[in-house]
């Protein structure tokens, strides 16, 4: 069956960068994603990448995906205190433009310390 | 402003009571989806929708019932059946035949049965 792991918390100094690692089962997956939670709310879609693709960048976030070992990263440079938040790796294997629902990891807590 | 609404955005309820969560899009998305967040858990699908009038379970869809009657409205009750019912609950939804199957999230509703 599908799943999705990730370490529940992360902390990291202001300036430096933030590297949040998600490991995942099902080799089938065609869509990767990564999914920001701030305190009560609901979440926001930061970034995904494509099976096929091994690295995305997005101005302060890169995503790398290494699809032998089934693992996906996101690295956030420069953290600031805005980053401070859930971030959760989910993943798809609907390749067909259907509906289908995400699988997620049970999030990493992202600490920013002064 | 296009988006999703969800209401209210607290909700408290006594055992043994029926309760239906709202969820309603201005994005003419034609898929829409529940899922249930636990404190320390990923998110889990309890139903999804990809057309008026249509349904089906997700992984966790024991105690729930869902309807859609509009494309932009898929409300969520949450059944006496349903044991353990205390959670966070998060309505998406995304556009069918984009490959990357994008979802966007509602803000939640805090359910407390007390």
């Known amino acids: 069956g599908e799943d999705v792991e990730q370490s529940l918390f992360l902390s990291v100094r202001e300036g430096d960068s933030s590297v949040i690692n998600c490991t995942y089962t099902d080799s089938s997956s065609t869509y990767l994603y990564w999914y920001k939670q701030e305190p009560g709310a609901g979440l926001q879609l930061l970034t995904y990448?494509?099976?096929?693709?091994d690295m995305k960048q997005d101005q302060r976030l890169t995503v790398l995906l290494n699809k032998k070992d089934k693992h996906l990263s996101l690295r956030i440079a420069d953290t600031q205190t805005g980053d401070s938040a859930i971030y959760f790796c989910?993943?798809?294997?609907?390749?067909?433009?259907?509906?289908?629902?995400?699988?997620f990891g049970k999030g990493t807590h992202l600490i920013i310390q002064p | 402003d296009g988006g999703i609404t969800q209401s209210p955005k607290y909700l408290f309820r006594k055992e043994g009571q029926n309760v239906t969560l709202s969820c309603e899009q201005n994005l003419n998305h034609d898929a829409m989806y529940w899922y249930r967040q636990d404190p320390g858990q990923g998110l889990r699908l309890i139903y999804y929708s990809q057309i008026v009038n249509d349904f089906q379970k997700g992984d966790i869809a024991e105690g729930y019932s869902v309807s859609r009657e509009k494309k932009e409205s898929f409300p969520l009750t949450v059944t006496s059946a349903q044991k353990n019912p205390t959670a966070f609950y998060l309505c998406a939804s995304s556009l069918l035949g984009t490959p990357y199957n994008e979802q966007f999230f509602g803000p939640g509703t805090r359910l407390t049965v007390l």
């Open positions: 989910a993943e798809s294997i609907n390749s067909g433009g259907g509906a289908d629902g995400l699988t």
């Open positions: 990448i494509f099976s096929n693709m």
